[in-house]
Structure formats: structure tokens, C-alpha cells
């Protein structure tokens, strides 16, 4: 599967059949402020299709009817009414609409100097979570801004909504001291031969029952997050430092370049020199 990636190339491709509606930073000093780059309620057909090889912002995404495509995590998944996403910055990401079906959506794009785009706890999300309050908030400040009085109190008041609903979808486990414990302790030491014992003890709580709390959270085992994380901080490495692929291996825990190689590309769908090329095109 991983292989097939390798034709993708950067894409934007709207089509006359879509329509969408997308305050962007240049419309609202309010989105800057929260290192918002632009928000936006869609409704797409064929052939409306978007890649982004070299993905500069971390990117939400919900949708709300119909029916889509997406890549992500490296791997393609159908997009259904009630489900979420979370594409951190520096991946290969990709969605598109399908024949014969229309797809409703909302998304926010965050610039390259939002907290959410640095690397941190954050790994690719996808699960069932209710866009809807986003859509409303999000046509609410396209409302005050293109038809409204484009009031500044008003503008804030609608991207605060938008930012508090996003932090209950991706910041779920920030609510557990336990996991917040564990994963502070990991983030600074990605280079270390963590096991989930380690991490149990950091947590106060067995093995299983760690697991049991990752999974509730993250939808991965702890050791399944870890190695998110540490791919995460790679391409995070690769796209913007010119340290060689064995350095970075070692940086995020492998001493085989070969092994890193080939979990960077299971997980990313592309080698980590063909991801280097592509970043800095």
C-alpha cells in the first residue's frame, strides 16, 4: 500500500460542481491571532481533489454528510457523516470526493507557527466526533465577516468557539494526569528504549490497564503512540533541518537506519529521502 503513494503529487482541484465558503487569514485578524490560516464549510463533487505532499500546518477536517475519500496516517479511509480528523504538519495528506455522491465538510488549516503544527503529543486522529457545532461556528464568522459589520468582538468571539470545540476533539487526553504524565516524560525522550513497563510505572497503573487508557484516548497502544510520535518528529527533522537520514534515525530511537527507514515509510507512505525531496521542492 505504501508503494502507491509514491505518484501522488502536490493538488488543488476545486471544480465548478463545489462550493465552499472560507474566511482566511487575510479576512479576519482574528484567525491570525490564533495562528489560524483559514476555516471554511465545503460541499464537493467530483472532481474536487486536494494533496498535500508537504502538508506546512497541521489540518483539521470534519465531515458532515455524504461521502469522501482521505489519506491519512498512510493509509486511505472512507469519510462518512460524524467523523473527524487530525493531519499533523510535515505528512502526506490527501482527500477527494467520490463519483455518483456529494460531500459535506468543514476543516481549519492552522499556519506553520501554531502550537498545534509544532511537534508535541499530537499524532494523526481519526474517530467519530460531530462536526456540526464547527460547521455553525465557522459559517457564523464567514457571516460576520462577508455579510456583517466584520465586528472584532464578534470575530473573536466566533473563532474562540471554533478553537474550544476543536480542543475537545483533539485534546481528549489532556483530561488524563496519567497519560499527560507518561507522555511528558516521552516527548523529550524519543531516543530512548521505552517499553511499556517504563511507562506503566510512570503512570502508576499496569500494563494492561495503560493500554486500556491509550486506546480509550488515542485509539493506539502506548508503544503504537510512541512510534507515531517519533515519525511524527522525523518528518518534523527531515523537512526542516538537512541532518542526514541515520542522525535523525538515531534522534527518534533506531539505531538501524534500515529499520527506520522502513517503519517511516509504512507509516508515511514514503521513504524518508523521497519525503525530504518532495518537503523542500
Not at 223 to 235: D, F, K, S, Y
Request: proline share 6%; hydrophobic share 40%; aromatic share 10%.
Amino acid at each position: 500500500m505504501a508503494s502507491e503513494h509514491d505518484y501522488l503529487s502536490e493538488t488543488h482541484i476545486i471544480g465548478e460542481d463545489t462550493h465552499q465558503w472560507i474566511v482566511r487569514v487575510d479576512d479576519c485578524p482574528a484567525l491570525e491571532q490564533r495562528h489560524i490560516s483559514h476555516v471554511g464549510v465545503g460541499d464537493a463533487a467530483v472532481p474536487y481533489r486536494i494533496v498535500r505532499t508537504r502538508l506546512s500546518g497541521s489540518y483539521i477536517h470534519g465531515s458532515l454528510g455524504g461521502e469522501g475519500r482521505m489519506l491519512l496516517d498512510g493509509r486511505w479511509r472512507t469519510m462518512r457523516r460524524n467523523m473527524m480528523s487530525f493531519a499533523p504538519a510535515h505528512g502526506l495528506h490527501a482527500f477527494h470526493a467520490v463519483p455518483e455522491s456529494r460531500w459535506q465538510y468543514c476543516w481549519l488549516r492552522y499556519l506553520p507557527s501554531a502550537p498545534r503544527s509544532v511537534v508535541g503529543t499530537i499524532a494523526p486522529i481519526m474517530q467519530h466526533f460531530d462536526p456540526e457545532p464547527m460547521k455553525h461556528a465557522i459559517l457564523g464568522l464567514y457571516s460576520e465577516v462577508f455579510h456583517g459589520q466584520g465586528d472584532t468582538a464578534s470575530c473573536v468571539m466566533w473563532v474562540d468557539t471554533i478553537e474550544r470545540y476543536i480542543s475537545r476533539f483533539a485534546d481528549p487526553w489532556r483530561r488524563d494526569p496519567r497519560i499527560v504524565a507518561v507522555f511528558d516524560a516521552v516527548m523529550p525522550t524519543l531516543e530512548k528504549h521505552w517499553t511499556i513497563e517504563e511507562m506503566a510505572d510512570i503512570a502508576h497503573v499496569s500494563t494492561e490497564h495503560l493500554r486500556r487508557i491509550s486506546l480509550k484516548v488515542f485509539g493506539r497502544s502506548p508503544m503504537q503512540q510512541l512510534t507515531q510520535l517519533r515519525m511524527q518528529h522525523a518528518a518534523h527533522l527531515l523537512a526542516t533541518t538537512d541532518e542526514p537520514v541515520e542522525e535523525i534515525a538515531v534522534r527518534v530511537g533506531y539505531q538501524s537506519p534500515f529499520a527506520f527507514s522502513k517503519t517511516f515509510k509504512r507509516m508515511k507512505g514514503v521513504s524518508p529521502s523521497h519525503f525530504r525531496h518532495h518537503s523542500r521542492e
